[in-house]
């Protein structure tokens, strides 16, 4: 095969990115190594429920262009949804996003006297260059919610202690990090205008958004092939030369890689040097293990659509129930699915756990927090190797290092969540897809450059990618 444009990868920045050079005219081919597209913010379906990988939501933060693309494409089933969730806190529940009347009635009072206090006490804790993600967070936020959530959370999610953890993490993943901000995105609750408290969300599953840029990139003329692992990059001369799995080879004028980043780095030649190599080694991905199970009673379990639990005591970190996340006439009446999120390390005893044991932490779950019986009526277990990039503190200078490297090979960009190791959402994912489409200048097979200052400059503006929850 012989195109202008080669992607890897056929995630929401694969699949954007191949809709967008497609429509301008670029012939394009995806490589996909999955059985479907979609990549994390795929569907699929379990006892006849569409489901996602954990509680996936488009948020309004979204660039507006890209949103009205999307509306384009997804019509009256794009809905705008309210969030309704909750917060396992002090051993009660607590609505999430946050709201101030609803705190002071649910939390002990001892422990709303301690945040009141840390509020007070932020001016003299200010910390301008903290070492780590916990030393960023009790200076903003103060110790008693440190302790209570973001310090047992940040142990499920990444698997460190927050002091082993860079903070940068705190600047990515918390956008309300002192009490003021707190105040602020609770006020905005309040009033009903806020960011935090609507999402988007397709009819029919998360993953709806990610089929419906795939059927447009085929529309515009890409080939889509899923199945097919690229297992070598050949940054030669004029071409980039791909092989893959199946021995098949593809040449491309330009290379889009969305892969993860110690991936392309093992797959490429010329292979990094020694010490880029090193670093690529150095990057760690924590996994995801995900149990889908089937409650035989009458939807909804609950009228909650994600449970959040921070606690030690379990590994789950979020419960959610897809069906709440939509409305739906096609979602059934006797049955509904939920999906416990496990991260983990691949190949430890969670990931390797049965599907019996498994859903065994869950009943366990449900019942040490007060959640509704459940009446398990199957189970269905998906892992996921590479889910959230591990910020442990000096993870920056293996990343500028194997950064610089890919920036050298000549035809080739590298971006998405794993492409660039960074933590960041759907709506980023897009939005880098369209910048990288945008420096694509002309066909590239015909001579037309790669316009590598147009996408430095949307590298910095990555950079300030705040994750939301
Ligand atoms: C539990 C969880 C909850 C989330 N919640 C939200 C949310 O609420 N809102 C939100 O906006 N985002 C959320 N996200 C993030 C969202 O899923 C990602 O931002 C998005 O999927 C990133 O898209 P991507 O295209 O960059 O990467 P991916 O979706 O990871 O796609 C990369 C693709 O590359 C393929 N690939 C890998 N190696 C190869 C190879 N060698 N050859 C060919 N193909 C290969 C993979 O199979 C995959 O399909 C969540 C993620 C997780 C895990």
């Keep these: 095969m012989n195109v202008d444009l080669a992607v890897l990868g056929a995630g929401p920045a694969g699949l954007a990115a191949a809709w967008r050079a497609a429509s301008q005219g670029h012939s394009v081919a995806v490589l996909e190594r999955a059985d479907a597209v979609g990549g994390m913010a795929a569907s699929f379906t379990v006892d006849g429920v569409r489901v996602d990988h954990g509680s996936h939501r488009l948020h309004p933060s979204i660039d507006r262009r890209i949103l009205g693309d999307l509306h384009e494409l997804l019509g009256d089933d794009l809905q705008r949804r309210q969030r309704n969730g909750r917060l396992r806190v002090a051993g009660r529940w607590v609505g999430f996003p946050l709201r101030p009347a609803e705190l002071a009635r649910s939390l002990p009072p001892g422990m709303i006297a301690k945040v009141a206090r840390d509020a007070a006490g932020a001016p003299l804790r200010r910390d301008g260059n903290p070492s780590h993600y916990a030393a960023a967070l009790r200076a903003g936020l103060g110790p008693t919610l440190y302790e209570a959530l973001y310090g047992p959370y940040a142990v499920k999610l990444w698997g460190l202690p927050g002091e082993q953890i860079d903070p940068e993490q705190a600047r990515r993943r918390v956008t309300a990090d002192t009490p003021v901000k707190i105040a602020k995105r609770m006020l905005r609750v309040r009033r009903g205008t806020g960011q935090g408290r609507v999402f988007y969300y397709p009819r029919r599953g998360f993953g709806q958004i990610v089929e419906a840029l795939a059927d447009a990139a085929v529309a515009a003329g890409a080939s889509l092939r899923c199945d097919t692992e690229v297992t070598g990059i050949d940054t030669g001369d004029d071409r980039v030369e791909l092989t893959t799995a199946g021995g098949e080879r593809v040449s491309a004028g330009q290379l889009f890689s969305t892969i993860p980043l110690p991936i392309l780095g093992r797959i490429t030649t010329p292979a990094p040097d020694e010490a880029a190599l090193e670093s690529t080694a150095r990057l760690e991905f924590r996994s995801m293990v995900l149990v889908y199970l089937t409650h035989g009673g009458a939807r909804p379990w609950t009228r909650f659509d994600a449970h959040y639990l921070p606690q030690p005591g379990t590994p789950i970190t979020r419960i959610s129930e897809p069906a709440n996340y939509r409305d739906s006439s096609r979602d059934p009446h006797d049955r509904t699915v939920l999906c416990a999120e496990i991260p983990c390390d691949a190949g430890d005893s969670l990931w390797s756990s049965s599907d ?81 489409v945008a420096a694509l200048r002309g066909h590239a097979a015909r001579g037309d450059s790669f316009d590598t200052e147009s996408w430095h400059a949307a590298r910095r503006r990555f950079a300030n990618h705040v994750v939301e929850d």
């Design 356 to 436: 019996e044991e498994l859903a065994e932490l869950v009943s366990e779950a449900v019942t040490g927090c007060d959640l509704p019986p459940l009446r398990t009526a199957g189970v269905h277990v998906r892992r996921l190797r590479h889910v959230y990039p591990i910020y442990r503190t000096g993870y920056r200078d293996h990343l500028a290092g194997v950064d610089a490297w890919a920036d050298t090979l000549p035809r080739v960009t590298t971006f998405g969540r794993l492409g660039l190791f960074a933590h960041d959402n759907t709506h980023h994912a897009l939005a880098m897809a369209y910048d990288a």
